[in-house]
């Protein structure tokens, strides 16, 4: 029999050499193909993100039109407006967004968390629609009204769950789903500052915590089509016209050296005082609505005597840059109080539960923050040779990166908003010495502090001690390996082996319910079974499948299942009872992820 089989396997062994380049290019494709599709999806967000911009633009002109009587700047109008005004609507658009709020999710009822790194900390990647649809909504009357807050934020939020949302609907597996978060949080920040490269690096390092080419290459993708979506309807425009300055001595760094320090301090500060408001507001034991019109009425008392307080500062932050001053005022005295007004705005408006983003109000504290400076060194007859306006756009960057932990989103996004090259030595250098002086005084960020505060850990934290317990096998999973069919021939066996670099396969029923695996070496008690191979399927040579784990599992859990497996990714199923094969757990991540919680948590010293 031996003899009869042996000119059959030389063929064989031929066929292979001689296709074993074609095969190669075959497994390129295959691996390429889960790309590709992510990338799909990404290009189909980034249009959503597009979209949504330009709705919520056109919401909001409505909502000003509708409670001001007129579109344009919140600020424009404070300005012409009465005393009465100025100090009424904000408390009466706080009042309509907290019923909003109020009555709005108590009629859709209880649903899952809309924070979009907690979904993809610690949840499945699942936004809930209707709630956000009614924070969105929330957030349009806040903003229109004058509340202290950015726009970004509600685009980012219903970008992200209109994303999320296609993915349930489709019954996608949580790891593609948090991608598809990542993706519409890239297309709304690169829609709402025509930024794309900030917006692929705010969801690459801020939501998702991963760099990888696998999230990164989408996220790009996905912030190029939102912005250029954008640019089809608003055109090509910077958001902030600087004056330019030419950098180009070595002895104008040392005073961003001190404006970098002052920035971190500023910027730690200003995160406790959030919390403090937070609390302060909570502890009231208020309906919301309460709380939302008393926020606003102190929005509307300070814009008595600064109406710059009003809106999320877009416009004042322009004429600071832009080095404006106020007739017959000491411009360091009247941007002081603007200042501090525009501080207390916030932190009453946000502390208060108003629902946007803080992104572009810390712009308007970090420029007035770097003009303040300028003026004082310029007082006491130093750094003659800068002008204000040079410290004020990188002041914006300093206290952005303080506040954000992130001084390369940081310098990206300053310099995308601002299109001005010549301010990026002193920027990479303030924003880079702003981190390290906020990390001394505040240990958390504007967005992992609500995390931590409700028992989570952020992504990026992976080498803090403890971190690696908390999170979940869906946090850490990919996509599964392709699996086989039960009633796959011996021969489809083979070929597949022969384009993947994988030991086992998954082998799957109709249902793709993980039924067992197939392990290379089994197939060779096989080669010499002569005709007998046409008969051996799949399901004739398979193994019982007793490693795999489910999404919701803790990694400490699954620790047993990853030492004592010699798979190299660890099927994922949806549950024990279930099995249907939904990714893989890789054990090299999962055990080099817990030796760098183990270093990390070693005492440094003897």
């Known amino acids: 029999m031996y003899s009869g089989m042996r ?7 031929r066929l292979v050499r001689l296709h074993w380049f074609r095969l190669l290019r075959v497994r390129e494709h295959l691996s390429f193909s889960e790309e590709a599709f992510h990338l799909l999806l990404a290009g189909g967000v980034g249009v959503l993100g597009g979209l949504v911009n330009l709705l919520h633009y056109r919401a909001l002109d409505w909502v000003e039109r509708l409670f001001l009587h007129r579109a344009g700047d919140p600020v424009e109008v404070a300005e012409m407006m009465g005393r009465s005004g100025r100090l009424l609507l904000p408390a009466l658009g706080g009042l309509v967004a907290g019923l909003v709020l109020y009555w709005g999710l108590r009629l859709v009822g209880p649903q899952g968390s809309t924070n979009l790194l907690e979904v993809v900390v610690a949840g499945d990647g699942k936004l809930p629609l209707r709630s956000s649809l009614i924070k969105f909504i929330s957030s349009l009357v806040s903003l229109g009204t004058g509340g202290s807050l950015g726009r970004e934020g509600g685009i980012v939020q219903m970008s992200a769950t209109l994303a999320s949302k296609t993915g349930q609907l489709a019954n996608w597996p949580p790891y593609r789903l948090r991608l598809l978060v990542g993706c519409g949080a890239a297309s709304g920040i690169a829609a709402a500052y025509n930024a794309p490269v900030a917006g692929a690096v705010f969801a690459a390092l801020i939501v998702l915590g991963n760099f990888s080419m696998n999230h990164f290459g989408p996220l790009v ?14 055109g090509i425009k910077s958001w902030y016209a600087p004056v330019p300055f030419e950098f180009s001595s070595v002895g104008q760094l040392p005073w961003f050296l001190l404006l970098g320090a002052v920035c971190g301090g500023v910027g730690a500060v200003f995160l406790k005082l959030l919390r403090f408001s937070d609390q302060a507001f909570i502890g009231m034991k208020t309906p919301v609505y309460v709380r939302l019109t008393l926020g606003g009425l102190i929005v509307g008392v300070l814009a008595l005597w600064y109406p710059g307080v009003w809106g999320n500062g877009y416009l004042v932050t322009n004429r600071i840059l832009q080095g404006r001053e106020v007739p017959g005022l000491s411009p360091l005295i009247f941007l002081a109080g603007l200042w501090m007004a525009k501080l207390v705005a916030t932190l009453a408006t946000v502390g208060s539960g108003a629902v946007g983003g803080v992104f572009t109000p810390t712009l308007f504290l970090g420029a007035g923050l770097g003009a303040g400076f300028g003026l004082v060194l310029h007082q006491a007859g130093w750094a003659a040779g800068l002008p204000v306006t040079a410290f004020a756009v990188v002041g914006m960057g300093g206290l952005l990166s303080a506040t954000t932990r992130s001084p390369l989103l940081a310098m990206i996004m300053i310099f995308e908003i601002s299109m001005d090259y010549s301010i990026m030595p002193p920027l990479m250098l303030v924003c880079v010495v702003s981190v390290l002086v906020a990390r ?3 240990s958390e960020s504007i967005y992992t502090g609500p995390l931590r505060h409700k028992g989570l850990e952020a992504m990026q934290e992976t080498t803090r001690p403890g971190t690696a317990t908390a999170r979940t096998v869906g946090d850490l999973m990919g996509p599964p390996v392709d699996p086989v069919l039960e009633t796959d021939s011996f021969k489809e066996l083979a070929e597949r082996f022969l384009t993947v670099p994988y030991n086992f396969l998954p082998v799957v029923n109709a249902q793709r319910q993980l039924t067992g695996l197939v392990a290379l070496q089994d197939l060779k008690e096989h080669l010499n079974s002569g005709g007998e191979l046409i008969a051996v399927i799949a399901s004739d040579v398979m193994r019982p ?7 919701r599992q803790r990694l400490l859990d699954t620790l047993p299942v990853v030492l004592g497996s010699e798979l190299r990714n660890i099927p994922v199923v949806s549950s024990s009872v279930e099995k249907t094969l939904v990714g893989a757990l890789s054990r090299a991540q999962v055990l080099n992820l817990f030796s760098e919680a183990i270093a990390a948590s070693k005492p440094t010293g003897l």
Do not use: E, Y
Request: aromatic share 12%; proline share 6%.
């Open 545 to 551: 499948a007793r490693d795999f784990v489910t999404p």
């Open 440 to 442: 001394r005084i505040h």
């Open 221 to 234: 993708f996905s912030s190029v089509i939102a912005t250029l979506t954008t640019r089809s309807f608003s």
């Open 7 to 13: 000119p059959s396997f030389h063929r064989a062994g």
